[in-house]
């Protein structure tokens, strides 16, 4: 009598991550303990099959697309042959090579193929390309972007249409695909499996309750991978918009930007004021969060949801932020974050949570609350359990 063995499943991702810090590595990490329960999962990445350290590079025609080599290909495509998973499940449109090529070959039966949306990449890149621009320059770089942009569209449409399953983080993306691949039975592919907050907050989360009364507010904290184009145009909005207008009623308040990989301008521009401190690569976010009283997001770009908002509410920490920075997260303001969306708009936040130290309370207690209740490995596994099962996998 045959035995039931659990699913075997191979998680391919861009950058491994024994120790996880960037939004793509937390969200990486999170969907592989939460598919452990339920699946054997192995976690490899085109470096593994690379027959040098030659670092990926992107598609000119196709930004959002890696260009690995053709023997880094066919080495994963005999990987797969040897271990002959159930599923596949592989990190976003940008390793669409690996698995078109899998697709193609004959020799064995593909596993099930999962992709893992972590942002809709089309549409971020139209985002990010266009940020910042008055309509004539809009329409001048669209002549000149058009073919990259049908071919960014294109490949998250032929991703889809590979794919067995497609997970996005939030709602907001799931529409955005589903406009994009403008076809219901793809459509009918894609399922909501929200980001959660990072292992370790979680920790935080559970050991004990903070201190729901704050004295007063002497640091800002700006927390995110610092060479990532969203996030770096906050800390340009930040630093050279916000921050002096909050030095102006707040003298003595220092800001505090941590993350990895800090891009060289926003080294230069920390390291022009004195008030303002740049951590960068930190081995641990702990001490930082308990050094600071605030986190501040001026996030105008950007897809997924937020990490470092569900991070900061678990470790009790009051957010101010924009409505674009607290996305896909279903968030109400004034109950779990202060929305500000100028200048103006922080200083007046700012101001609100010195007057009310209850204000800042009731933002955390609401803050940890909703983490407990929807963004905890528990709710990540419950949501991607019944996805799993569904796929029905059996070996070839």
Known sequence: MKQNRPPKTVQLVIDPFEQPVSGAELRNDAVKRALMPFTDVTVVSPKDFAVSNQRLTGNKSAPTLLAPDETCVQNFVKYIGHERPDILLFEGVGLLKFCEALVSQSVFKIPRLVLDFHNVESALWEENVFARMGVLRRLWKARRVVGARESVRLADREAVRLSDAVLVPTGEDRQRLTDLVGDEK?????????????????????????????????????????????????????????????????????????????????????????????????????????????????????????????????VGMPVIATAKAVEGLGLTPDRHWLRAETAQDYVAAIRRLIRDPGLGARLVGEGRALVAERYTDKALADTLAPIIRDLNPQRA
């Open 186 to 314: 793809q459509a009918g592919k894609i399922r909501v499996v929200p980001n959660i907050a990072p292992s370790w907050a979680l920790r935080r989360l559970a050991a004990a309750p903070v201190a729901n009364e704050r004295g007063g507010i002497r640091r800002l904290l700006f927390v995110g991978h610092l060479r990532y184009t969203p996030n770096v145009e906050a800390v340009d909005a930040l630093v050279h918009r916000i921050w002096p207008q909050l030095r102006g009623e707040f003298l003595d308040m220092r800001l505090v930007i941590a993350g990895r990989n800090p891009a060289r301008r926003v080294r230069r521009w920390a390291g022009s004021r004195t008030d303002i401190e740049l951590h960068a690569d930190p081995s641990s976010l702990d001490g930082i969060y308990d050094g600071c009283d605030v986190a501040i997001m001026p996030l105008r770009q950007g897809g997924g949801s937020r990490l470092k908002v569900l991070e900061a509410f678990a």
